[in-house]
């Protein structure tokens, strides 16, 4: 089943749970060119995996190193400027982890190009950048939404993993083009303003339990506005 | 033991209704453990911590062991120093024990489990007596850099599995199965990490003559050489030349360890006739070492190896200032400066502890933010889920798996 088939226009919006396994590839790097070369042909769940692991693992945390690549040459490498580079990369203007993948790897190319005294450093033995994906299991939750007022009651309690689920999940690694939410107020209540606000939404700057707050202070809002 | 919904205040509820919905998943599959002691060791710990929630989830768990006698154990110990990576003289007899006791073991041993989850090396050639069902091989040691004979050996019987788990990314190795990272858990709820009274803590120490109102350094640990405890008493000497304090060394011995009392007596005689270096030998006391870790100004974990380093999260999780050898999973665990300090030396260590004693503000900090961590990822409660979806995963191919 996809997601398109599990929210379906005519009906309440049911809230998924997505939980994941962590799993090693065995591929390490110790080089920005190793790291170059490993970026272009990992599977895309490992790119995925990597531009988005420090979001839930520090949930709480803020400011947060946002991509793990720009942690690693950063920290270990020490390339400072390399660092801010990939860590400003806008993922969320990607639709496709393709074009997100070809985005970080051209910054490391070109950046190895203009300074080419770069490749010389590598991490010492344990500091390895070591390659992992993850695998996702999507489970529909007892949660569901006929209103929002009723979405509302559901996005106080329901899990950060939903809600990383609908939020980041949904639009990027599975190639929708907007996330879950927007989508079902925008199609099935009709209410492109509230739809809206979430899409300009940029989670990658806050941290999940403050993309928890956004999000119930525009749906609260547009409730109260629509009454119901 | 405690109910799931007693979960509920220290993670919230819906992480527990995901629980419940995984375990749905598994109604009517068996899943059979089994490792080389029921007693001593972060393994067997957890291991009887998670099967009454299992249960209680619905999905059929069971805990076996194998058996070994002293010739058995002692080859293990030293392919778990080789595989640390320590060096070890590996005789060609020692593969030969290993191999005569496991073939006892597979001719004596139920296999019944729809997934047969085996932890360690000890039961690892167990893999021999496959027929239809899955097998996963759950390594709790750090292998980063292991002894090549010794995990050449091992590594014919791992690649036979379907699935592998280690504790932190540095341990995975290049293998022809599915590697996953677990990393191990505390259980908030247990005798070793529940809220306990002052009174209870203050019984405790006057049972064993601790000065509450001094400074408490302590290091929770087997006595093994891996866990450095000379190397902590050398920390202490460091520290007490400028700071007045007291040291605690505590910590039970395991089935399958026969070096533990060699170490007790080493550490003894290192600490001599100091009156304020406590050496407490405490088998199985949860709540005495619960206490003994309350009361502590500062906490230590010395370890020149570690798979993953549980007391570090049972330190952290009591709010504890925490000084620990950046070494195996303890790193996922204390991220330097937030959640604690990170050392490489005796020097480094005796300097950390200084700087957490002369600065209790910056100490509480350090403490409460490691607390934090380890609720969003260190719990029972995440564990179990990750075990359920390994087992999940054997069923499910794919990176996405709607259930």
Redesign the interface.
């Given at each position: 089943?996809t997601m398109s088939e599990?929210i379906n226009n005519t009906k309440p919006f049911r809230f998924h749970?997505r939980?994941?396994?962590?799993?090693?590839?065995?591929l390490?790097a110790s080089s920005l060119t190793q790291l170059l070369r490993y970026i272009r042909k990992i599977?895309g769940?490992c790119i995925y995996y990597h531009t988005h692991r420090f979001l839930q693992?520090?949930?709480?945390?803020s400011p947060e190193p946002p991509n793990d690549f720009a942690y690693w040459v950063t920290e270990i490498l020490g390339e400072d400027t390399l660092g801010e580079m990939l860590a400003s990369i806008d993922t969320v203007q990607f639709s496709t982890i393709r074009a997100l993948r070809e985005k970080i790897a051209s910054t490391i190319k070109d950046y190895i190009k203009t300074n080419p005294i770069a490749k010389r450093r590598f991490a010492g033995?344990?500091d390895?950048f070591?390659f992992?994906?993850?695998?996702?299991?999507?489970?529909p939750?007892?949660y569901v939404a006929n209103n929002l007022r009723e979405f509302l009651d559901i996005l106080k309690?329901?899990?950060i993993?939903?809600i990383y689920f609908h939020i980041f999940e949904a639009r990027l690694?599975?190639n929708r083009q907007s996330n879950d939410f927007s989508y079902w107020i925008a199609t099935t209540l009709g209410n492109k303003m509230v739809a809206l606000e979430i899409e300009k939404l940029d989670p990658y700057t806050i941290t999940l339990d403050g993309l928890r707050k956004k999000l119930i202070k525009i749906v609260r809002k547009g409730a109260k506005n629509t009454n119901g | 033991m405690a109910k799931l919904k007693e979960y509920i205040h220290i993670v919230?509820?819906?992480?527990i209704?995901?629980l419940r919905?995984?375990g749905e998943?598994l109604n009517g599959t068996t899943i059979q453990n089994i490792n080389s002691t029921a007693v001593g060791g972060g393994v067997a710990e957890i291991l009887s911590r998670m099967m009454p929630l299992f249960k209680e989830l619905g999905v059929n768990t069971s805990w076996d062991f194998i058996k070994g006698g002293e010739e058995f154990f002692e080859v293990t110990k030293k392919f778990h120093n080789a595989l640390h990576g320590l060096p070890r003289q590996i005789y060609k007899s020692d593969f030969d024990t290993f191999v005569k006791t496991s073939n006892a073991n597979i001719e004596e041993i139920d296999i019944y489990g729809d997934v047969v989850f085996i932890h360690d090396p000890q039961p690892v050639a167990l893999i021999r007596k496959r027929s239809g069902n899955k097998w996963i091989w759950r390594c709790h040691i750090d292998i980063?850099?292991p002894n090549k004979r010794v995990w050449d050996f091992l590594k014919k019987f791992v690649q036979d599995y379907d699935a592998s788990v280690?504790s932190s990314?540095?341990f995975?190795?290049?293998?022809s199965i599915?590697?996953?990272?677990?990393s191990p858990s505390i259980d908030p709820l247990s005798d070793k990490n529940v809220e306990l009274s002052q009174s209870t803590i203050d019984r405790i120490l006057n049972k064993y003559k601790i000065d509450r109102s001094r400074t408490i350094i302590t290091q929770i640990s087997r006595f093994d050489y891996l866990k450095d405890p000379l190397g902590v008493i050398e920390v202490y000497k460091m520290v007490k030349k400028r700071i007045d304090c007291q040291l605690i060394l505590a910590g039970g011995g395991a089935d399958d360890d026969p070096e533990g009392s060699k170490v007790l007596a080493e550490v003894r005689d290192r600490a001599s006739k100091d009156p304020d270096i406590h050496i407490l030998l405490l088998p199985q006391n949860n709540i005495e070492v619960n206490a003994l870790q309350r009361a502590s100004t500062v906490i230590i974990q010395k370890s020149i190896k570690e798979g993953f380093g549980l007391t570090v999260a049972e330190a952290l999780w009591k709010a504890k200032p925490v000084v620990a050898s950046n070494v195996g999973g303890i790193p996922l665990q204390i991220k330097h400066k937030?959640s604690g300090l990170l050392c490489n030396s005796i020097d480094g260590a005796a300097f950390a502890v200084k700087q957490l004693l002369n600065s209790p503000a910056y100490a509480k900090k350090l403490g409460e933010n490691g607390r934090?961590?380890i609720r969003?990822?260190f719990l029972l409660t995440r564990h179990l889920?990750?075990y359920m979806?390994?087992f999940?995963?054997l069923y499910?191919s794919?990176?996405?798996?709607?259930?």
């Open positions: 089943m599990l749970t939980l994941h396994l962590t799993q090693l590839t065995g390490k599977p769940s693992s520090h949930l709480y945390l033995k344990g390895e070591h992992m994906k993850a695998k996702s299991f999507v489970v939750t007892h309690s329901v899990t993993d939903s690694r599975l | 919230g509820k819906p992480v209704d995901d919905l995984i998943k980063s850099n280690f990314p540095i995975s190795q290049k293998l599915k590697q996953f990272l677990v937030y934090e961590h969003n990822n889920k990750e979806l390994i999940l995963s499910h794919g990176d996405v798996v709607y259930l």
